[in-house]
């Protein structure tokens, strides 16, 4: 089993920065795992944010953050970040971390194995 937990978000004013974490363990779990970030607003479907290969040498972004938003990756800790510039109200989310049991980054929900329980982060206007 894998436990994914989210450490970061809270609540700051528009045009701030944040830095999500995402520590995994767990008895199964390995650095060749691809990891990811979800974002949920109320109201709206669960949407891809950022992905990361198993290196760290491959990234992905929603088109909504690309040039905001930058995931990295530290394997000797077995932490993914997610590193949020330039927020927006639009940004205002229950955000999760993700794992998938093979080595190259997906966008797609159905893809991934583990889930975390999910951190709020609120932008203000």
């Known amino acids: 089993q894998v436990t994914l937990v989210e450490s970061g978000g809270g609540l700051v004013q528009a045009g701030e920065s944040l830095r999500l974490s995402c520590a995994a363990s767990g008895r199964t779990f390995s650095s060749t795992y691809a990891m990811g970030w979800f974002r949920q607003a109320p109201g709206k479907e669960r949407e891809f944010v950022a992905g990361?290969?198993?290196?760290?040498?491959?990234?992905y972004y929603g088109d909504s953050v690309a040039g905001r938003f930058t995931i990295s990756r530290d394997n000797a800790k077995n932490t993914v970040y997610l590193q949020m510039n330039s927020l927006k109200p639009e940004d205002t989310a229950v955000y999760y971390c993700a794992a998938r049991s093979g080595a190259g980054v997906r966008r797609v929900r159905s893809d991934y194995d583990y889930w975390g329980q999910g951190t709020q982060v609120t932008i203000s206007s």
């Open positions: 990361i290969d198993w290196s760290g040498g491959y990234t």
